[in-house]
């Protein structure tokens, strides 16, 4: 999953940050750094050497920001499955260990984050927040470019900001394994990734499209000790009843957590992650925002444009929330844009109302902008866009009025991002613009 944040500021001029980019925290430049912009084996190593030189001053973050705290109308809860009541947490507790049940229900502004899971988190963040200037010259545009780099993580993507503190509430609780479904298979490599510090066992259910699309995330997975299957997978009753229907489906993010849920509840020794939608994914996400925002400060921007791709949400939330805050505050006052694909559209096309988090209806239902959780989507390249729903708190915020939503083509976004990689040279995992308006 990609995400994007642009940023419109106005009255600062074109060039105005040219000068002094080294000093700038969180920050460099395609003109000051070009060793950074260029694709090698040892690429990763050169990011995060850069993004701590050019990151003094800005720290981890120490907190988790709960935006539920600020809304002026609470969120809907989930529903049991069965009795259509108010979820409670012994409801759950098959599923998660206790402490991210918790932080589920939380009304809590800021929720405090481990040492343990800052430790790790030290091993990539704070991520580089990078100004994009020659695109901007390509564009011939007054924008100024930014974007927040989540590639620098050891998994290659956003989703370890999240797998690292479910597994370490797992290992905590004495949790031995942990399932999991994944789409483009980030989600998958990112928690066999956090397994693989804290020494829980994994297995990842693949949608199968993307199974068979990206082979080389399931051997990341497998690196680092976890078991991938294609789902629907012969493994479970509930995806052979699938290949008995169909044994040529694409297979869709709703079935792999139908075929991951169903082994965690049947086994007590087992749990289950997931990898965006829920509230306390969306909470662990937050160190995006809020670091940019302290980023952005630093040198000195104002944003007026938000931007964030939308799957199940969780880059965008925890990118955007923070932001929602700061604009609660009256510090800023910036539009806040969706962007999802029109080949599974939930925010754009959707129905806002209950609705399982599943295909088989296993899980608590859930209120949320959905496609219905039979819905089985065309499978276009970003396996990871592909669920069936939005998640419910950035549903609610969406209802409420507090930001928009667009979808787009898949060859359009083809078009755009190889524009970008063109001239940017980098592995985009967010996007941040600031335009100016004179």
């Known amino acids: 999953m990609a995400q994007s944040l642009f940023l419109i500021t106005p009255n600062i001029p074109v060039h105005s940050s040219l000068q002094g980019d080294e000093q700038r925290p969180g920050f460099f430049a395609s003109k000051s750094r070009p060793c950074i912009l260029k694709l090698s084996s040892n690429f990763r190593a050169t990011a995060q050497a850069a993004q701590r030189a050019d990151s003094k001053g800005i720290e981890i973050p120490r907190q988790w920001y709960n935006l539920i705290a600020d809304l002026p109308v609470k969120p809907p809860p989930p529903l049991h499955p069965k009795t259509f009541e108010p979820a409670t947490p012994a409801d759950l507790s098959p599923l998660f260990p206790d402490e991210l049940i918790k932080q589920e229900a939380s009304n809590d502004r800021f929720v405090d984050i481990p040492e343990e899971v800052i430790d790790v988190y030290r091993l990539w963040r704070p991520t580089p927040l990078i100004r994009a200037k020659r695109l901007e010259k390509l564009l011939d545009t007054p924008a100024r470019i930014y974007y927040k780099y989540e590639g620098v993580s050891p998994a290659g993507s956003h989703k370890p900001n999240t797998a690292v503190p479910q597994v370490w509430y797992n290992a905590q609780q004495g949790v031995k394994n942990v399932v999991t479904e994944t789409g483009a298979g980030q989600w998958g490599s990112s928690l066999a990734f956090a397994c693989s510090l804290f020494g829980l066992n994994c297995e990842v259910w693949q949608v199968r499209a993307s199974y068979d699309q990206k082979p080389y995330r399931k051997l990341m997975m497998q690196t680092w000790g976890a078991k991938v299957h294609p789902s629907p997978s ?33 086994n007590a020794d087992t749990k289950y992650c997931l990898g965006s939608v829920l509230n306390h994914v969306l909470l662990h996400q937050t160190v995006i925002g809020e670091e940019c925002i302290k980023q952005m400060e630093a040198i000195g921007e104002t944003p007026d444009v938000i931007i964030g791709c939308t799957g199940g949400g969780s ?39 209950y609705d399982y988090g599943d295909t088989a209806g296993l899980t608590p239902l859930l209120k949320m902008h ?6 089985v989507p065309d499978p276009i390249h970003a396996g990871g866009l592909r669920y069936h729903g939005m998640a419910p708190l950035i549903s609610h915020v969406y209802e409420l009025g507090y930001m928009e939503a667009i979808s787009i083509q898949q060859k359009e976004c083809f078009e755009g991002i190889h524009l970008f990689l063109l001239h940017i040279k980098l592995k985009v995992e967010s996007l941040l613009l600031v335009l100016d308006t004179n």
Do not use: W
């Not at 040529?248 to 709703?254: A, H, K, M, N, V």
């Not at 990118?319 to 609660?328: S, T, W, Y």
């Not at 959905?370 to 819905?375: I, P, Q, S, V, Y």
């Open 370 to 375: 959905t496609l219905g959780h039979d819905f």
């Open 234 to 266: 012969s493994i479970t009753e509930f995806g052979q009843r699938i290949l008995d229907k169909d044994p040529s489906t694409p297979g869709s993010l709703g079935m792999a957590i139908s075929e991951a849920v169903e082994v965690a509840a049947t």
């Open 315 to 353: 880059n965008f939330a925890g990118l955007a929330f923070p932001f929602i805050r700061e604009k609660f505050n009256g510090k800023i006052n910036p539009v806040i844009r969706a962007v999802e694909p029109a080949a599974c559209p939930s925010l754009t096309k959707g129905v806002y109302a």
